[in-house]
């Protein structure tokens, strides 16, 4: 629930209210770094789908770039 509630960019006790579920307990604040993919997934629907594939290919460039990457299996 937390996870998704950071994802939506809403409180997690908004959310548990919004569709019925209870709470054990109060549930910590998000992490910052998913706020912060939250808002950059609300920024990039604005993308059209060629900028979005660009930005992707950046991504997975300077991913490949790092020196700390992880090896990933090739994609088909």
């Known amino acids: 629930m937390t996870d998704f509630a950071a994802l939506l960019g809403i409180d997690a006790g908004d959310l548990a209210a919004l569709t019925g579920v209870v ?10 770094r998913a706020v912060d ?3 950059l997934l609300w ?4 993308l059209s789908a060629a900028q979005a594939r660009q930005i ?13 990457a ?5 994609r088909d």
Do not use: F, N
């Open 43 to 46: 920024a990039a629907r604005r």
């Open 23 to 32: 709470l054990r307990e109060a549930p910590p604040p998000p992490p910052r």
């Open 37 to 39: 993919a939250a808002a």
């Open 70 to 74: 992880v090896q990933r299996p090739a």
């Open 56 to 68: 992707s290919e950046l991504a997975r460039s300077l991913r490949e770039a790092s020196p700390d």
